[in-house]
Each structure stands twice: as C-alpha cells, then as structure tokens.
C-alpha cells in the first residue's frame, strides 16, 4: 500500500510540473518504481545511487559497512550537493524505515528551498530491515502530519489474525476474506528445509 500511495504522489506532483526526487532504498523497488512512472520531472534512485549521482564516487559491497553509511557516506554528499545544485520541490521517500538517520541532512539539502519544499515519507517501522537502531525516527526539522493505514487490505482475516501478535502499529482490522484455515509446520534443517519449501510451493499452486 506504501509504494503504490508514493507512486501516485510521485505522478500528481509531477504532472503538476513540481520536479519530484523519489527515493527508496534498494535496486529492485527502484526498477519496479521505474516500470510505473514515466515522466522527466521525477528522478528515481536508490540512496546509493543517488549518493554516486552527485558524489560521482564508485561504491562496493566491501565499502558499504554500517560506519561509512553512517559518517563517510553522507559526509561526501554534503561536500559534493553544493555543486551538484539539486533544485527538487518535493522528495518522496518510500520504504524510509530503512533509511539511516544520517542521511536527512543531505536529503533536506536537496530542496530546492526547504521552508517551501514538501517531503513525503512513507514507513513501516514493522518492516525495518537495515536501520533497527534508528527506530521510528523522524528528522525535528520535519513538521510531522501522519496518514495512518489503519486496515489490512492485502491479507486474508486468518492470516492477519494469526501474524498480528509480531506486529506493533496502527492497522487494527482486515478488510480481505476469511481464507484458508492457518496451518502451522514445524521446520526442518538443512536440505530438507528446502525441500518441505519446495512441497509447500506444489501444494499451494499446483
């Protein structure tokens, strides 16, 4: 639900000749991303991407430890914005549960003028991946309005009743059908987990 409101926000603001940077965090979203919006007045990166954009540095998996995303990376950004002169009205930053604290500086940096720019962040603190330490964080110099996605349209009543103890947030009811009943299977180790995966795969489509 996330990425198709930012998708739709991207376009609206866009067609409305606001010139729109659109970041998420990793390769795969942004190809997705790319697929569903054509328009010259937004650009679409990954952070990384973006960072090599205007830093014009070459980044590797070695290099990319928690210690440089955290200081080395956004220290460059800050160096290189300056001549890089991104002029964006509106950011939109899809999956921001995954974004590191650190990098908000040259984020705010990027608005063509911060006291009239909007950013748009759409999270799941839920689904944090990268950033477990930076737990609901918010930049201050953000005057927070929050939309909160407070039904579960995507899942069937059963699963959302059964997944909802590992979940802390707003979404309190499911709209989707009752479903299957949820059936619990004890795993296995090693090659055989693959195999009951692959059973479970057969059962479930075929």
């Known amino acids: 639900g996330k990425t198709t409101l930012a998708i739709e926000k991207a376009k609206i603001s866009s067609k409305n000749g606001k010139k729109v940077l659109l970041i998420c965090f990793n390769s795969p979203l942004k190809n997705y991303l790319e697929r569903k919006i054509s328009n010259k007045n937004v650009d679409i990166y990954t952070f990384h991407g973006y960072f090599q954009k205007i830093s014009k540095e070459e980044l590797t998996l070695e290099n990319l430890t928690e210690e440089y995303n955290r200081k080395t990376l956004p220290a460059i950004m800050l160096d ?90 707003e979404t309190n009811s499911c709209s989707g059908p009752r479903g299957e009943i949820i059936e619990l299977i004890e795993e296995k180790q090693g090659i055989k987990k693959i195999k009951q995966i692959e059973n479970l795969l057969n059962k479930l489509i075929i």
């Open 80 to 169: 290189s914005i300056s001549s890089y002169s991104p002029d964006y009205d509106i950011i939109i930053i899809d999956e921001g549960q995954d974004i590191f604290k650190e990098w908000w500086d040259p984020i705010f940096f990027s608005c063509k003028d911060l006291s009239k720019s909007s950013i748009y962040i759409f999270k799941d603190d839920n689904q944090k991946i990268y950033t477990k330490d930076d737990n609901n964080f918010v930049p201050k110099e953000i005057n927070l309005i929050p939309y909160l996605l407070t039904e579960n349209k995507r899942n069937t009543k059963n699963i959302f009743q059964a997944t909802n103890i590992f979940y802390s947030g």
